[in-house]
T-cell receptor, first 112, second 113 residues
Framework: KQEVTQIPAALSVPEGENLVLNCSFT??????LQWFRQDPGKGLTSLLL?????REQTSGRLNASLDKSSGRSTLYIAASQPGDSATYLC???????????FGAGTRLFVKA | ETGVTQTPRHLVMGMTNKKSLKCEQH?????MYWYKQSAKKPLELMFV???????ENNSVPSRFSPECPNSSHLFLHLHTLQPEDSALYLC????????????FGSGTRLTVV
């Protein structure tokens, strides 16, 4: 059974710092992995989608990497800003039953 | 707006009420999903529809009843809910069941009193 873990659960950093959020999964037979952002009480906004054949995806200050063999993905945020404060979730779609499993998220706070 | 619209945004209902949540997408996606997000818990998949056919029901209590009349609309009918059903209910769609990721709506915040 696929399990997705995100570490840390919460993170507070000063503005301008580069940071890394981690996502690990137990079954490497995945179809894709997606990173989302969720603001309090709101829906999820897709940030980056990495297909299983890819190693990384970039969008602006965000870079997501995928290492299937080790069951890990990282989301790198460069030059963090207060507007980046949100909960970041990773979701893994596995090839077994086409289920997408979400991690519990990392709550990020960027201090001005 | 992401292309997936959910109404209402907020709903307060008594345990004996019947209400419905609505989700609409005009992205041309063929798969739609209902998720439940409770405080401090990961998202829980409730139902999956692919090409208007329910393909997954994750042991959801019968007081939740989904309906997908066409590929653009998805409903979640609610009746005799319990206070522990209070949560954020999120609708999502994807081009097909497994590829190209999800687009989520903004959610309906449900409070059962």
């Amino acid at each position: 059974k696929q399990e997705v873990t995100q570490i840390p659960a919460a993170l507070s950093v000063p503005e301008g710092e580069n940071l890394v959020l981690n996502c690990s999964f137990t079954d490497s037979a995945i179809y894709n992995l997606q990173w989302f952002r969720q603001d309090p009480g709101k829906g999820l906004t897709s940030l980056l989608l990495i297909q299983s054949s890819q190693r990384e995806q970039t969008s602006g200050r965000l870079n997501a990497s995928l290492d299937k063999s080790s069951g890990r993905s990282t989301l790198y945020i460069a030059a963090s800003q207060p507007g980046d404060s949100a909960t970041y979730l990773c979701a893994v779609c596995d090839t077994g039953g086409f289920k997408t499993i979400f991690g519990a998220g990392t709550r990020l706070f960027v201090k001005a | 707006e992401t292309g997936v619209t959910q109404t209402p945004r907020h709903l307060v209902m008594g345990m004996t009420n019947k209400k419905s949540l609505k989700c609409e997408q005009h992205l041309g996606h063929n798969a739609m999903y209902w998720y439940k997000q409770s405080a401090k818990k990961p998202l829980e998949l409730m139902f999956v529809y692919s090409l208007e056919e329910r393909v997954e029901n994750n042991s959801v209590p019968s007081r939740f009843s989904p309906e997908c009349p066409n590929s653009s609309h998805l409903f979640l009918h609610l009746h005799t809910l319990q206070p522990e059903d209070s949560a954020l209910y999120l609708c999502a769609s994807s081009p097909t069941r497994q590829d190209y990721g999800y687009t989520f709506g903004s959610g309906t915040r449900l409070t059962v009193v």
